[in-house]
């Protein structure tokens, strides 16, 4: 039998229900894995919480890995009992997921399930951000808001390794040294200082920043235009505290001609090509040590509404699994 998650109504933590099924059959073109590790992200919440509408009754989870059990017809590159992991194959928090071949990843030898999982939604999305978003290059300077977060603590690493200075902000002391570990030059505690004040006291000028990368929303955006240098770009990529109130664009022009960008990872791995050459590059820095992946927490699959909690108040550091 197959375990799964989903919920049919819309609303809190408490809506995700564990259920029982047949597993499915491997159909063309596809691969039956038995997953080891379902990836939790944000999105998954905008999901339940009616956000981003889905249709229901609606199983979450994008990304995760595992072993295949079956392989279907015109399938070529794969054996049963390889390791692979996936970055946009909803319905992932189950204990057997159908995967299409052309979208699964081999995972190499020496890298876990967990951190695999990482390397899909918070990887590849740190990857898109310091790769072609917005270049990162030496001599640059960057702010991440949630530093302490699966992506924040990667596109740190990313960003240092392209040789960019970074900026981050975090909300505990425990989430500091998280941050700092990454590589952060300067880490700014949100929780006991205005942000916008202790960038500008930290870098002595009032926009010291080339651009900004905000997964909050809400809550840091206006300001952020306020730090951006002349041209710079500002980077939204998520809303943990909420989304963007509509604003004038003229506040743009005002500051300075900034761009903004409000980017996804599906574009970015819509081609299979794509896909590959960002995986190929995340995969390779965690097999050789260059990129350090933090899981922080590990859930039974059957408790993924305590790990939904946990996310949403911010309870969490780095990339949270959930374990079948």
Known sequence: MRTFVSFSTTGGPDVLELSTGPIPGAGPGTLLVEVRAAGLNYIDTYHRVGLYPVDLPYTPGLDGSGVIVAIGDGVDGFEIGDRVVWPSEPGSYTSHHVVKANRAIAVPDGVSFAAATAAMVAGLTAHYLAKD??????????????????????????????????????????????????????????????????????????????????????????????????????????????????????????????????????????????????????????????????????????????????????????????VP
């Open 133 to 322: 978003t917005f270049v990162l290059e030496p001599g640059h300077t960057c702010l991440i808001h949630a530093g302490a977060g699966g992506v924040g603590l990667l596109l740190t690493q990313i960003a240092r390794m392209a040789g960019a200075s970074v900026v981050t902000t975090v909300s505990t002391e425990e989430k500091e040294a998280l941050s700092r570990e990454a590589g952060a030059d300067h880490v700014i505690r949100y929780t006991e200082t205005d942000f916008a004040l202790a960038a500008r006291e930290l870098m002595s000028v009032d926009r010291p920043f080339d651009v900004i990368y905000d997964s909050v929303g809400a809550t840091t955006f206006l300001t952020g235009l306020e730090l951006i240098k002349a041209c710079g770009t500002m980077v939204l990529f998520g809303q943990s505290s909420g989304p963007v109130e509509p604003f004038n664009p003229g506040l743009l022009a005002q500051n300075g001609s900034l761009f903004l960008t409000r980017p996804t990872l599906f574009n970015h791995i819509a081609a299979d090509q794509d896909l590959r050459r960002r995986a190929d590059d995340v995969l390779g820095w965690i097999r050789d040590g260059k990129l350090h992946v933090r899981v922080g927490a590990e859930f039974p699959l059957a408790d993924a509404a305590r790990a939904h909690t946990a996310l949403e108040g911010r309870q969490t550091t780095g990339k949270v699994v959930l």
